[in-house]
């Protein structure tokens, strides 16, 4: 049977012109009308099958149409596993065509990732180390001038003028919300002595840091042999400046104005996503030939915090819109889910030192854990165990595992609802006199 989305081929087939001098129904035509007659024939036939092909075109255009997720690839890693060996439809991945990329929670989780650990440029994502140890070497209330350097590196500034006072939380603001490389090199002359002295405070703290693919050769990030990162160093460099509330609440702003008089300067955030993205709070974007156009995008929502890392796309907008969808992904398919309630009575459990006296069991503790919805459904088992009086209220007598995909995903303890005593002497004669009288008799 023929695939009703298959390519339709019309073959025209030209209709053979009567020769001249064929005698018709009232006598012998002339060349001239021959000719004629056939041509208006072909341009009718013509007609009908143009109309009959768009016609069909339009038909197959609404039953067939254009495949959804082409940009999802087979490799992508969900949770750690290729959707491949997870035998995860396409459909179900994010659609996005960055080269490399990561989205992680803010524990540190990666949900999904494309080549997390290729090297490649980093442009202005370079200064979220610049601010980093700017922050840790220097106050914010620090009083910088700007030297003439700064102002020759080009290319991303932030205005600033020979010989401008500015504070250095002003200063990371420029860097920071303007991405200027003016700001950069400020920076890192004011708490390195040199650029390069700088830098290797900055490859030092990457480092420290466990960045092992990372490597810096100036602090604004313009293209330069040996100037490199991952989606994975990123991730990790990006949750630890935004553990740093300075950072945080810099990178948040969507305009900031700094300097005085007539150097007062309004500076606007190259983040898009601010303002326009539900829950966005910054952090940062970058663009060189290298690169391509990069952003490292953050978002709360539902106590739920996503880091996206979007590296390599083709155009200023289509960053934001990957980083974007990586976002609406990772906040339909990854969501808090109450396990338990602190009270809620799940189980009970013997007490040993009585006779078919038993006690509620309940949840010792709120507790909520994001789940990603991928990995399956979430199983629950509880074990108790038979207890001897005294039994305290809230005594932990259990535990309640939660599983997801095989992996444990929480425990709870499980305490006791009741206080127990010890049976006193006389019960505790009968108590054993019963059991002795059930082993013999049954």
């Known amino acids: 049977m023929r695939?009703?989305?298959?390519?339709?081929?019309?073959?025209?087939?030209?209709?053979?012109?009567?020769?001249?001098?064929?005698?018709?129904r009232i006598g012998r035509q002339s060349h001239g009308s021959c000719i004629g007659t056939v041509s208006r024939r072909n341009e009718a036939f013509s007609r009908r099958w143009f109309w009959a092909a768009l016609v069909g075109a339009v038909v197959?255009?609404?039953?067939?149409?254009?495949?959804?997720?082409?940009?999802?690839?087979s490799s992508d890693l969900v949770d750690g596993s290729s959707a491949v060996n997870r035998h995860l439809d396409?459909?179900?991945?994010?659609?996005?065509?960055?080269?490399?990329?990561?989205?992680?929670?803010g524990d540190g989780r990666v949900l999904w990732a494309r080549a997390p650990g290729v090297r490649m440029p980093m442009a202005s994502i370079t200064k979220i180390m610049t601010a980093i140890v700017a922050l840790e070497h220097s106050r914010l209330d620090d009083v910088v001038t700007v030297p003439r350097e700064a102002v020759a590196v080009g290319q991303s500034s932030a205005g600033l003028v020979v010989g401008e006072r500015l504070t250095m939380r002003e200063l990371l603001e420029a860097l920071l919300i303007k991405s200027g490389n003016d700001a950069a090199v400020t920076i890192a002359i004011h708490v390195g002595g040199t650029q390069p002295s700088f830098v290797a405070m900055m490859n030092d703290k990457a480092q420290a840091l466990g960045l092992n693919d990372?490597?810096?050769?100036?602090?604004?990030?313009?293209?330069?042999?040996?100037?490199?990162?991952?989606?994975?160093?990123?991730?990790?460099?990006?949750?630890?400046?935004?553990?740093?509330?300075?950072?945080?609440?810099?990178?948040?702003?969507?305009?900031?104005?700094?300097?005085?008089?007539?150097?007062?300067?309004?500076?606007?955030?190259?983040?898009?996503?601010?303002?326009?993205?539900?829950?966005?709070?910054?952090?940062?974007?970058?663009?060189?030939?290298?690169?391509?156009?990069?952003?490292?995008?953050a978002a709360q929502r539902g106590g739920v915090t996503l880091y996206a890392i979007v590296l390599g796309t083709k155009s200023d907008r289509d960053r934001f819109t990957q980083a974007k969808a990586l976002l609406d992904w990772g906040f339909a398919h990854y969501r808090p889910m109450q396990l338990g309630t602190r009270g809620t009575v799940v189980a009970e459990t013997p007490v040993s030192s009585y006779l078919d006296v038993n006690v509620p069991v309940a949840f010792s503790a709120d507790t909520t854990v994001p789940i990603l919805d991928l990995n399956g459904t979430v199983k629950r088992t509880i074990s108790v165990a038979p207890v001897p009086a005294p039994v305290e209220q809230g005594q932990q007598v259990g535990v309640a595992t939660f599983k997801q995909g095989g992996k444990v995903i929480a425990t709870v303890p499980l305490g006791a609802t009741v206080e127990v005593g010890r049976p006193n002497p006389f019960e505790a004669a009968w108590i054993v006199a019963v059991r002795l009288w059930r082993r013999i008799f049954g």
């Open 90 to 105: 396409l459909a179900a991945l994010p659609d996005v065509s960055m080269r490399e990329g990561e989205l992680l929670d």
């Open 3 to 24: 695939d009703v989305c298959a390519p339709v081929v019309v073959n025209r087939r030209i209709a053979d012109v009567p020769p001249c001098g064929v005698r018709g």
């Open 214 to 297: 990372t490597h810096y050769m100036n602090p604004h990030g313009l293209d330069a042999p040996g100037h490199y990162t991952t989606a994975n160093d990123l991730a990790v460099l990006a949750r630890y400046a935004m553990s740093k509330p300075a950072f945080r609440d810099i990178v948040r702003l969507r305009t900031v104005t700094i300097g005085q008089g007539k150097h007062r300067e309004k500076l606007v955030s190259t983040d898009l996503l601010l303002g326009t993205y539900q829950g966005a709070i910054g952090v940062k974007t970058g663009n060189t030939n290298g690169a391509g156009y990069s952003v490292v995008s």
């Open 60 to 73: 197959l255009a609404l039953l067939c149409p254009v495949q959804a997720h082409a940009a999802a690839l």
